[in-house]
């Protein structure tokens, strides 16, 4: 019997150490998060700041939200990579790689304390979720068709 390793293609070792990498990110955004709640004095539970929190909650709340937005994102992302990377490794990881670096550039964007500067770099995460759903969609069809 077969063990898992020799049923993966080799290059799905490219896929984990980019998951890895976006594990990496978000450990960054956590940081960023718990320096942020420190400096403006948001203390927990509190997901976000008011007003009556700090005069600076609107920047909090961006870095904030941009983590947040990231969280909300992550079990599509990874979905989207384990299973497609079985098929498609390379390409997978390189999209993967793609997304892990739009999405710093977007909260790095976002923490500026203007929600429109996620957009320049960071919206191109969009592109590589998009190109990952393709990716899927082409192994499904071929399993289909298998």
Known sequence: M?????LLPKEYGYVILTLIAYCFLNIYMQIQVGKARK???VAYPALYATEADTKDYKIFNCIQ?????TLESLPIFFTLLIIGGLKYPVICAVLGIGYTVARFFYFTG???GDPKGRLPIGGLNSVALLGLMMVNILFG????RA
Do not use: E, M, T
């Open 2 to 6: 077969a063990g898992i390793v020799d």
């Open 39 to 41: 400096k403006y004095k």
């Open 65 to 69: 939200r941009g983590h947040q937005n």
């Open 110 to 112: 976002y923490s500026s």
């Open 141 to 144: 069809v071929s399993l289909l």
